[in-house]
């Protein structure tokens, strides 16, 4: 049986940058137990451990070989931006640091001389992009209004791609903000819903590409000429692509979701005629890919079911993949359990993938349906920290578990994603109804043992199911998790606020509908014994949400039981606090599903 504990304490590393000389990569691995900078020879070596701080942190190299170093406070996700030796224990230099605001996606020129960020300081909702000149502390500001961030650079500095959301779900636009003049560029006019990656610059500076579904349902990679402001889709697919490429203009390398499975393909720069497949240890998923400098070197972190992320480069000269790290672990991962990728027919028709992961015997075993957050996301066949564990555990133990994409979910166009907007929510619940009616017609599922499991929007949606399809889950694991998606609009970050009613419904246009769809509405139809976690630093969603549901439910004599970590946000970032959260849920789950 595999423990819980070890499968929690299983470590993941991902690469965050090469030096300049492409000899090095800067790495982030919780190998103390919380997300922290290494570095590693980038054909392979020790890790060698640069901080070891309480909070989890990320970076990038700068120029002169020191680091740019990103940190916030117990998760409250206000980030600032330090500067440190790249030593071990060297004590950070504030860059820019003033700890009421977030200072978000910082990027640096190819020459080192400027870093771009994001910030909300100006009036706590609004990003800005502010360019800083590195060597004189100067800034320009320029004030696109809404939620943005930086994309991208230009090769010669000059220019900064800056995306910024739209006013609809599934929206977002792309500018072009000159440093010297201040001028700003639309790049991304359009009619209807449509969103755009982050700009891969060819070396000359004259176009780039970037992934978009501007007329059509899935991301194609698209070309913008500079002089001619004008766009042409230059690579098309079922799946959605994305695009990543090196400095020196070698390679284009184009990533494929397949059905939530990675695939990476080499192009060359200007056709996109496919040069050859970059081989993958196994079927899973890629992140964190970037190219070193002269584009000799691809660095990637991988994960598959079974795997949490590691390192991996492929020498592009050589043909030839590494493994640069791998993470300790006190598990024979060959033990553990692959999913098996299904579909159902919903309610009303439409298909819905799902992941379902069986142990052994032959059952019949109750089930764990784990749902994803976002809802503008999809659940991967990776090592997530918040669901692989706690299933592989409960394989262990004897119960299934299943991870549908339900509608709304990213991965599978753009009509999909759309189907639970603002006054479709409730359809995307009902998606629940569907699955647990096909789990149940499995001979190996007991569907009178059912279980509902998920953080953050996955959460709305576990409490939604029990209030609104009592009669079908005995249990339920919520964190972070929407009771009332009035009172969460109402009290989450002002920055968040329009950001979400992109997605949910206005406060002012929509309030009754989000009284309807809120699970708070329908408390007294829960039966079920429910398991809630909340960080007590969310900026996101309030703990006040979770400290409601369970005082209400105290009330009425159902089973809740209620830990909030003092020192977390919207995430359990910390390996003592998700070995004890996840320790608790596994044995409330053993104690309400008692057969």
């Known amino acids: 049986m595999e423990d819980l504990r070890a499968l929690l304490e299983m470590r993941q590393a991902s690469p965050l940058s090469f030096s300049d000389d492409g000899g090095m990569l800067l790495v982030s691995s919780d190998l103390t137990g919380t997300r922290q900078l290494y570095t590693v020879a980038a054909r392979g070596g020790e890790l060698r451990r640069l901080t070891g701080f309480d909070e989890p942190v990320n970076g990038q190299f700068l120029k002169n070989g020191r680091i740019l170093l990103e940190i916030d406070a117990g998760g409250n996700e206000r980030t600032q931006l330090y500067v440190l030796a790249a030593e071990p224990d060297a004590v950070p230099e504030p860059l820019v640091v003033d700890e009421r605001f977030i200072h978000s996606s910082p990027h640096l020129s190819r020459d080192g001389s400027l870093l771009v ?6 009036n706590g909702t609004d990003f800005d992009i502010v360019a800083r000149d590195l060597a004189t502390g100067e800034e320009r500001t320029f ?19 800056a995306e910024r959301l739209g006013e609809r779900t599934g929206d977002s636009d792309l500018f072009l903000l000159d440093v010297a003049s201040g001028e700003v560029a639309h790049a991304t006019p359009h009619e209807g819903d449509a969103e755009y990656g982050r700009p891969v610059w060819l070396p000359d500076g004259t176009s780039f590409l970037a992934a978009t579904n501007a007329g059509r349902d899935t991301f194609a990679i698209g070309r913008y000429d500079i002089a001619s402001r004008s766009w042409s889709v230059v690579l098309e697919s079922e799946w959605d692509l994305d695009c990543a490429a090196d400095d020196e203009g070698r390679n ?3 990533g494929v979701n397949e059905d939530g499975y990675s695939k990476l393909e080499l192009r060359d720069p200007r056709t996109l005629e496919l040069r050859g497949d970059v081989p993958l240890p196994r079927r899973g998923v890629v992140e964190h890919v970037m190219f070193s400098s002269d584009g000799s070197l691809l660095a990637f972190a991988f994960s598959s079911p079974t795997e949490p992320f590691d390192v991996y480069v492929y020498d592009l000269d050589a043909h030839r993949l590494e493994r640069v790290t791998t993470s300790p672990s006190g598990i024979d991962t ?7 990728l299904h579909r159902f027919a919903s309610f009303d028709g439409e298909s819905i993938p799902v992941f379902l992961f069986r142990p052994e015997g032959d059952g019949p075993f109750p089930v764990v349906v784990m749902v994803h957050g976002g809802p503008e996301a999809q659940w991967r066949p990776w090592f997530h920290t918040s669901f692989a564990p706690l299933t592989q555990h409960l394989l262990a133990r004897g119960y299934a578990v299943a991870a549908p994409n339900v509608r709304g979910s990213t991965g599978y166009g753009k009509r999909f994603e759309h189907l639970d907007d603002v006054h479709l929510r409730l359809d995307s619940v009902r998606d629940l109804a569907s699955l647990h009616e096909w789990l149940a017609a499995q001979p190996e599922i007991d569907g009178s043992r059912a279980v509902l499991y998920g953080r953050s929007y996955g959460g709305y949606m576990v409490l939604a199911g029990l209030a609104f399809q009592p009669d079908l889950w005995a249990a339920g694991i919520e964190m972070v998790g929407i009771s009332s998606l009035v009172t969460f609009l109402e009290n989450t970050s002002d920055y968040r606020r329009a950001v979400r009613e992109r997605e949910y419904g ?7 509908f989000l009284v309807e769809a809120s699970p708070m509405t329908r408390i007294d139809s829960i039966r079920a014994p429910l398991f809630i976690e909340h960080g007590e630093n ?15 439910l105290d009330e009425k004599g159902i089973r809740c ?9 919207h995430t359990i970032e910390k390996l003592a606090n998700r070995i004890d959260c996840f320790t608790r849920a596994a044995a409330f789950l053993d104690e309400v599903l008692v057969p």
Do not use: F, Q
């Not at 206005?506 to 009754?512: A, E, P, V």
């Not at 969310?538 to 209400?552: F, L, N």
């Open 538 to 552: 969310d900026p996101r969603v309030p703990v006040g949400e979770s400290r409601h549901i369970a005082g209400v």
């Open 561 to 569: 039981e209620l830990v909030v970590y003092e020192d977390e946000g």
């Open 143 to 161: 004030e696109l209004g809404g939620y943005c961030d930086v994309a991208s650079i230009s090769p010669d500095g000059r220019l900064i791609a």
């Open 506 to 512: 206005s406060l002012t246009n929509d309030r009754d």
């Open 117 to 122: 960020y994001a910030t909300n300081r100006r």
């Open 334 to 340: 060959a033990a553990l359990v692959e999913p098996e």
């Open 252 to 254: 284009v390398l184009v």
